[in-house]
């Protein structure tokens, strides 16, 4: 292979692209990265940093052709070197020529785990928008009212409706029905608007997304029976312009253009996804007559497309914190004509209304002892609840948990070690799919980190020791051995670094950091929590033991510990077809008080000590 200079700007003409083993191929522009040709083609390339060139998952080797020169970022990830052909960073080189690439299963976003169970909270349907068979003849020649007027006055008069309304677009439909001689309709009204006219064949369709930073979960719901008829889960494909809320945030203020891809990647993906789960039932998007959004305050104004300067500078504060319904069209969203979305109402700049959503689905703000919920992930939320008062923080956990970081992190997708145990010398481990393993997921990560402390590996502070599996890496580094060489077809042993070690421990340690100080605030020790309930996917899958071994979660009796899922799905989903719910989300975000953890002034030294392994925090 050779490598060309990074004059790739000189030339316009278009470069072939042939992914292999994918067998995916395309044109690309040369002033595009290898990875975001690569996410236009379709080829799902793994981008844990969003394509700053730090994270080094996007290795691909250049089969044929040239590409723009190595870059220092891709120096300190030995590309270049030491393989036949090269590896490169697909978001640092460009194509000079037509290439053919070749994709190590390891550089693609596998199959990802992703989870839309969880929770299931009986309720009783009170949907928003209500349907009604009204008999509507054309406007006699001569009469002076319009066809609108003529179902206004029939929906006032017939159905008690005050002052109704009208979506102006739903007079594109209705005029021209009418002249085709049909009179009978289903009419969809919504707070005395009429948003739609069906007919609706089977089920008037309720959407329900909980839009996380790393992963999205879709719901379609009947809104009559408040039934889920199909659900599905999704990666967010905002990862591939940054892991984190803060690198996104970033991102969308430095440009209008880079806002508003953003909007769009997400968009475009619930659209999809939405669209697949109406097929699923026969039916289309037009059948949609309300949908809600629940997902964390960058992720609300993203999809908003509303400024985000203001989230990254201190006190972090929102655009906007009170619920928000807007047309779904105006957003993108497919449904029918003037269906509306909902967004659930925020608390603070990095707690939004996912928290709120999951709050309610587990019933935290209704009287039952000293309640801990905590939703792991990216950015953890945690609220206390003890009966009267709900106080909520939010702790930069980071993606290590993710995956991030990690020498052998990977998201929970195929061949992601999920559980491990050591036992004596030897490792006992469960892949996720059961395939040979080709990394470590964040259920998989805690295990390493609880199995290492519990063996002696590492001590207190976290640094390795001596073990039969320990040893030096080429940069000096002490680093365990989980699976050698061998065991991996002759691809590189399989090992976790001391470096890795100090991530998981700043991202455990701002979890417990975030306990101990909302404990603290609220002048309350850990023995008197009732009850702690663990939201979301990775604290669906970790082994709650391996949370305490390592100090992550408090020493508590383990039948205290309630892991539920996706419980910020069912909240969406409650909102979404209960007006009941959703007045009570809204209360429920006034009424959680917000604690800005970095304000308080013990915040670095309790910051400390949770890093620390153990049980003793
Ligand atoms: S190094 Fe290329 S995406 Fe992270």
């Known amino acids: 292979m050779q490598t060309a200079s990074n004059s790739h700007t000189m030339t316009k003409k278009l470069c072939r692209l042939e992914f292999e083993p994918i067998g995916r191929r395309?044109?690309?522009?040369?002033d595009q990265t290898l990875l975001d040709s690569a996410h236009q083609l379709g080829v799902d390339i793994a981008s844990i940093c969003g394509g700053s060139g730090t994270c080094g998952r996007c290795k691909v080797q250049i089969l044929s052709g040239r590409v723009s020169e190595v870059t220092k970022s891709e120096e300190k990830f030995a590309v270049g070197k030491n393989k036949i052909p090269p590896f490169r960073l697909a978001c640092q080189a460009y194509p000079a020529d037509d290439l053919k690439i070749h994709v190590p299963a390891e550089s693609l976003t596998s199959k990802q785990r992703t989870l839309v169970e969880g929770l299931a909270v009986a309720?009783?349907?009170?949907?928003?928008?209500?349907?009604?068979?009204?008999?509507?003849?054309?406007?006699d020649a001569g009469e002076i009212n319009g066809d609108a007027d003529h179902l206004l006055e029939l929906l006032a008069g017939k159905f008690g409706l005050k002052a109704p309304t009208i979506d102006l677009k739903i007079l594109s439909v209705l005029s021209p029905r009418l002249m085709a001689r049909e009179c009978s309709f289903e009419v969809a009204v919504r707070s005395n608007e009429v948003i739609a006219l069906g007919p609706w064949p089977r089920h008037r369709l309720g959407l329900a997304v909980d839009l996380g930073t790393t992963k999205i979960a879709v719901y379609l719901v009947d809104l009559d029976s408040g039934e889920t008829l199909v659900s599905r889960g999704c990666m967010n494909p905002q990862i591939s312009m940054g892991e984190d809320v803060i690198s996104r945030l970033t991102r969308a203020a430095r440009s209008e253009k880079e806002a508003i891809r953003l909007q769009q990647l997400a968009l475009g993906e619930i659209n999809r996804v939405a669209h697949e789960l109406c097929a699923d039932l026969d039916l289309s998007p037009e059948n949609i007559l309300e949908a809600v959004i629940a997902g964390n305050t960058v992720m609300h104004h993203l999809l908003l497309n509303i400024p985000v300067e203001r989230l990254g500078l201190a006190p972090y504060s929102p655009a906007i914190k009170q619920a928000v319904d807007i047309k779904a069209r105006d957003l993108?969203?497919?449904?029918?004509?003037?269906?509306?979305?909902?967004?659930?109402?925020?608390?603070?700049?990095?707690?939004?209304?996912?928290?709120?959503?999951?709050?309610l689905a587990t019933g935290i703000h209704r009287p039952a002892g000293l309640i801990l919920a905590l939703d792991i992930g990216t950015n953890t939320e945690i609220c206390l609840a003890d009966g009267e008062k709900k106080t909520s923080v939010s702790c930069a956990s980071g993606p290590a948990f993710e995956g991030a970081h990690i020498k052998f992190g990977m998201r929970a997708g195929e061949g992601a070690i999920e559980h491990l145990r050591l036992v004596g010398d030897e490792i006992e481990f469960q892949t996720v799919g059961g395939v040979p393993p080709i990394g470590l997921c964040g259920s998989g990560i805690l295990d390493a980190m609880a199995q290492l402390y519990l063996g002696g590996v590492l001590d207190a502070g976290g640094k390795m020791g001596d073990h039969s599996r320990v040893r030096l890496n080429d940069d000096g580094m002490s680093e365990f051995e989980l699976i050698d060489a061998a065991g991996r077809n002759g691809q590189p042993a399989l090992t976790v670094t001391q470096k890795d070690i100090r991530e998981l421990q700043l991202a455990k340690g701002a979890i417990r950091s975030g306990i101990n100080l909302l404990l603290d605030h609220t002048g309350h020790a850990s023995e008197e929590i009732d009850k702690i309930i663990i939201a979301g996917a990775f604290g669906s899958y970790i082994d709650v033991k391996s949370a305490v071994i390592v100090g992550m979660l408090p020493a508590l009796p383990l039948d205290r510990f309630h892991q539920v899922g996706n419980a910020a799905g069912m909240g969406a989903r409650l909102v979404l077809a209960s007006q009941y719910?959703?007045?009570?989300s809204q209360a429920l975000a006034r009424e959680i008080n917000y604690f800005e953890l970095a304000a308080a002034p013990q915040f670095a030294q309790v910051f400390s000590q949770s890093m620390y392994l153990g049980h003793e925090q």
Do not use: C, S
């Open 123 to 139: 309720f009783k349907p009170v949907p928003p928008v209500t349907t009604h068979t009204v008999r509507l003849d054309q406007a």
């Open 332 to 359: 993108g969203l497919k449904t029918a004509t003037g269906a509306y979305v909902h967004f659930l109402p925020n608390i603070a700049g990095f707690v939004g209304g996912d928290h709120v959503a999951m709050l």
């Open 581 to 584: 719910h959703r007045k009570e």
């Open 26 to 30: 395309g044109e690309a522009d040369p």
